[in-house]
């Protein structure tokens, strides 16, 4: 069995020592003051968001004219992304007798998927941060610096971790489009990221790349 | 035959939740292993603690709790029909009490079927064999590593690799570059070589079964496994491609017949969530096993 430590008690303090407390609203000083490698704690208000809800957004805010069906839902993300964060995450639901919802494991999902969408939605809505895994590319490296906006990373399949950071499911939007898809508004408290990509176009995804194709060709030339 | 609907469940419920031992030792090593204060350990301390947290808990390890792959050993007089519906009757059960994520998409449609059940959806393998247990193996592969999959058709103007145990060297380094930390690194990597297109992949994939440090049978196969994971290692991808040390906990190869005119290297990336749980039921004693060297 594995035991508190030395892992355990120690890091989760010391990731408290180290780590930048953000909180929803975030304004843009507050943005540009990160860089790549910084540790985050985040808490407040945000939206997971992945495939189906950028395809979404894209097609029906940003690209069409909003049908009058989907207003409600327009008028909900224009208030609630600005200043706030879209978490790329396929949770795991349960719904409690109460009626209610919680997030039972909720780690990130691949976020590359939404490189071609992404900028353009930071851009519309007003986001400061994008959580997922795996990094973006250009595109979003770019749409980050000219809107001041960061990449957040959090850690890959730390489910329930990160499900014990979400303190409540507020509300949940276009859940036809199955319980991963949808849009859960949730209530998020010291939920741990690291800075991967900032605002002044650093990239520790590309760095990382570089690095490695480097010692790949070295490898296949020996 | 017996009904073994509940001890599936408790299968299901055991990958999802309880991660094997022996990565788990794997991810204390890294986080050893890893500079202090570095963000790749401190990836690899979120990681443990989560794994400590799920198994206390009973909650899935990860959210994308993947594509259920079952394997079944079953003695003479077995009925692939029954426990094909078992397996099936034990997904759904499993899926209402959040120990997977309905998880089966429609493919053009995007429609989730809400329960777990599609086309080939559990994947069920079954296999007759000379004992009087029933053995089932349970691999649960997430999303995000089977996206960095990779197979190479060798040699082909793109990738120039010759049909040698070098050329697979070659074509399994290029899969783990070109993964980055998008498996969710430190991965295992399983590598089919031969085979066709279809065969040479499952045999990947059977790999993932190995405990982490078994050894191949086979001399040449088992020196280059462990030449790819030091080399694999020294790109510096590291944990989540944060960059570090451990990128790859292991490879484990397997080679199959192949045609005269085909080469395939077939890599399954495993991420470190490595959910998988054997349960050998014979009599009335059922026990519920992780892969042991």
């Known amino acids: 069995m594995f035991s508190r430590d030395p892992a355990g008690e120690r890091s989760t303090e010391d990731t408290n020592d180290m780590a930048t407390k953000l909180t929803v609203p975030i304004s843009e000083e507050q943005i540009r003051a990160l860089k790549v490698g910084d540790q985050v704690l985040l808490s407040g208000i945000i939206y997971t968001g992945r495939d189906a809800a950028h395809k979404y957004m894209i097609e029906n805010f940003i690209k069409g004219d909003c049908p009058d069906s989907e207003k409600a839902l327009y008028e909900e993300l224009k208030q609630g992304l600005a200043g706030s964060v879209i978490y790329h995450c396929g949770p795991v639901v349960r719904k409690r007798d109460d009626g209610k919802y919680e997030f039972v494991a909720a780690g990130p999902t691949t976020s590359i998927r939404e490189e071609p969408y992404q900028a353009d939605v930071i851009e519309h809505f007003g986001l400061r941060a994008v959580i997922g895994k795996g990094g973006m590319r250009d595109k979003t490296l770019t749409g980050c610096k000219e809107h001041g906006a960061v990449y957040l990373h959090a850690i890959g399949g730390a489910a329930t971790l990160i499900a014990d950071t979400c303190e409540e499911v507020v509300d949940v939007f276009k859940l036809d489009f199955g319980v991963p898809e949808a849009f859960w508004k949730i209530r998020v408290k010291d939920f741990p990221c690291v800075v991967t990509m900032d605002s002044h176009g650093e990239s520790l995804h590309a760095k990382v790349q570089a690095e490695s194709e480097g010692k790949l060709k070295k490898l296949l030339a020996g | ?293």
């Not at chain 2, 299968?11 to 500079?35: F, G, R, V, Y």
């Not at chain 2, 930390?181 to 079964?209: H, N, Y």
């Open chain 2, 1 to 293: 035959m017996q009904d073994i609907t509940e001890h599936l469940v408790e299968l299901i419920k055991s990958a999802s939740t309880d991660l094997p031992p022996d990565i788990e030792q794997a991810l204390k090593e890294a986080h050893q292993a890893e500079d202090d204060g570095s963000v790749a350990q401190g990836a690899l301390q979120t990681i443990l603690e989560n794994v400590q947290m799920s198994r206390e808990t009973g909650r899935p390890i990860c959210q994308d709790t993947g594509t259920p792959i079952f394997y079944v050993w079953y003695p003479e007089g077995g009925s692939q029909r029954k426990m094909r519906e078992q397996i099936q009757a034990a997904v759904r059960t499993a899926t209402e009490r959040t120990y997977l994520r309905p998880n089966a998409v429609e493919a053009l449609s995007g429609k989730n079927s809400g329960d777990n059940m599609g086309v080939d959806f559990p994947t069920i393998h079954f296999e007759e064999w000379d004992q009087d247990a029933l053995k089932i193996g349970l691999m649960l592969k997430g999303g995000g590593c089977e996206n960095v999959g990779a197979q190479y058709s060798i040699p082909s103007p793109e990738f120039p690799a010759s049909r040698d145990i070098q050329g697979v060297r070659k074509a399994v380094l290029d899969a783990a570059f070109k993964a980055q930390g998008l498996g969710c690194a430190p991965g295992i990597l399983g590598v089919g070589i031969g085979g066709d297109r279809a065969t040479s992949m499952i045999k990947a994939k059977e790999q993932l079964f190995r405990p982490l440090g078994d050894s191949n049978p086979d001399p040449e196969l088992d020196a280059m496994e462990k030449q790819l994971h030091r080399e694999i290692n020294t790109l510096g991808v590291g944990p989540m491609g944060f960059g570090g040390k451990t990128t790859v906990f292991c490879v484990k190869m397997a080679q199959l017949h192949r045609l005269p005119a085909s080469f395939f290297v077939s890599i399954a990336y495993m991420c470190w969530a490595d959910r998988r749980k054997t349960m050998t039921i014979k009599n009335d004693a059922v026990a519920i096993d992780a892969p042991q060297a």
